[in-house]
């Protein structure tokens, strides 16, 4: 017996490693090229309408949409006896209209707690983390600015980019506060204590807005990762502080512009 190191083929667990890989690979970028092309040959044509539940970027999750287009890549390898097959569906929800993308990726190999190959869907766009704010389209009309940066935020949010969400927080709470005509070199302590002394916040306001810099600092020089949960409060301070300094009272304003003013009341005669 020599020392030379055995020659033998890959193992079981390699060989389904680089399937996998391979498969995965062309699930990314064959399938779109796929996609549109078919789209440009007229793929769309002639289907009749159906509907799948799927999760409605707006809507939510269990919505039924119409199938405008789908497409199916089947792929197997006999040699080793896997398989996998990927279904993309174009579609439309039957609530609110929108369009949006689907798919379905099976692979032989990967059971899930029944004993049956696992279904993986993934969603473009992907599935809102947070809603976004009804008045939100209100602000980029008003602050073009600060609406670009909470749908940044709100960006990073939906694909879970946790540190940048919190820092982008701080960094709304950071713009607005230059809107409010407070001096941006002042450090974030002095930029609350400032805003509180010009009345913009109430007491309880300061100490919530200290929490949401306070983790935007963490997140950004300490390497503090926030949950889901954590982000969400930190998300409902910055967005009662936006709504109610940059919509709700220019909405107020309005609103007492258009109440009929009372009628002096004729002094009576003695
Ligand atoms: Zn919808």
């Known amino acids: 017996m020599g020392s030379s190191t055995p020659t033998c083929g890959p193992t079981r667990a390699e060989q389904v490693r680089t399937v996998r890989a391979k498969r995965r690979q062309s699930a990314l970028h064959p399938t779109v090229e796929a996609s549109v092309s078919s789209f440009y040959n007229g793929w769309m044509n002639d289907q009749k309408t159906r509907q799948i539940r799927s999760h409605c970027p707006n809507c939510g999750p269990g919505r039924y949409a119409d199938v405008l287009a789908s497409h199916v890549v089947n792929d197997q390898d006999e040699e080793i006896g896997i398989w996998a097959k990927t ?120 100490a919530h807005l200290d929490i949401l810099t306070e983790a935007g600092s963490a997140a950004a020089h300490r390497g503090w990762q926030p949950t889901a949960d954590q982000l969400n409060t930190v998300m409902s301070i910055v967005e009662t502080f936006i709504h109610r300094k940059f919509v709700l009272e220019s909405e107020v304003q309005r609103l007492k512009a258009r109440i009929p003013r009372r009628k002096k009341r004729r002094s009576k005669r003695p």
């Not at 990967?110 to 976004?132: M, Q």
């Open 87 to 206: 279904t993309s569906y174009m579609l439309k929800c039957g609530g609110c209209k929108t369009v949006f993308f689907q798919e379905e990726y099976l692979f032989s190999e990967d059971y899930g707690p029944d004993g049956r190959p696992e279904k993986h869907i993934t969603y473009y766009p992907p599935p809102a983390k947070r809603k976004r704010p009804e008045w939100l389209p209100s602000l980029q009309l008003s602050e073009a600015a600060l609406y670009s940066l909470l749908n940044e935020t709100y960006n990073a949010l939906d694909v879970d980019a946790r540190v940048l969400s919190a820092t982008g927080a701080r960094i709304i709470f950071d713009r607005a506060s230059e809107l409010l005509r407070i001096d941006p070199t002042l450090t974030f302590k002095q930029k609350l204590d400032e805003l509180r002394n010009k009345g913009h916040i109430s007491v309880s306001e300061h």
